[in-house]
C-alpha cells in the first residue's frame, strides 16, 4: 500500500522554526521528485518547495532563504526544514511525490504561526 505520511507541524510563535517530515511506504521515493506544497482554506494549494531525485531544490520567493528541503533516500522520508516563520505560513502542509504517471499525496499536517 502506498502512502505519504507527514509529521512535526504544529504551533509555532513568529519568528520560531518546525521541521516537517514525509515517511513514504509502498514504493521507494529515489527515483521520485519529492514537493512540499501548502494550501489555506479559499485558496488553491501553492508550492513550497522541490527537490529532484538528484537533489536539486527549487523554491518560490515567499519562502526562499527560511525553508530548506532535503531527502533521505535510506530513510524514505523527506524533510521541511522551516526557519522564521511568518503568520502567513499558517497551512496545511502536504508532501507530494512524482515519477512519470506515478503521482501521491499525504494527507497533509497543520502548521500554525502565532503568538
Known amino acids: 500500500q502506498v ?22 511506504s509502498g514504493f521507494t521515493i ?5 514537493r ?4 489555506v482554506p ?10 529532484t531525485n538528484a537533489g536539486g531544490t ?7 532563504g527560511r525553508f530548506t528541503i532535503s531527502r533521505d533516500n535510506a530513510k524514505n522520508t523527506v524533510y521541511l526544514q ?10 496545511v502542509y502536504y508532501c507530494n511525490a512524482r515519477w ?3 503521482y501521491y499525496w499525504g494527507q497533509g499536517t497543520q ?3 502565532s503568538s
Open 3 to 24: 502512502q505519504l505520511v507527514e509529521s512535526g507541524g504544529g504551533l509555532v510563535q513568529p519568528g520560531g522554526s518546525l521541521r516537517l517530515s514525509c515517511a513514504a
Open 30 to 34: 529515489s527515483l521520485y521528485a519529492m
Open 36 to 39: 512540499w506544497y501548502r494550501q
Open 42 to 51: 479559499g485558496k488553491e494549494r501553492e508550492l513550497v518547495a522541490a527537490i
Open 58 to 64: 527549487n523554491y518560490p520567493d515567499p519562502v526562499k
Open 82 to 91: 522551516m526557519n522564521s516563520l511568518k503568520s502567513e505560513d499558517t497551512a
Open 100 to 102: 512519470y504517471v506515478y
Open 111 to 113: 502548521v500554525t504561526v
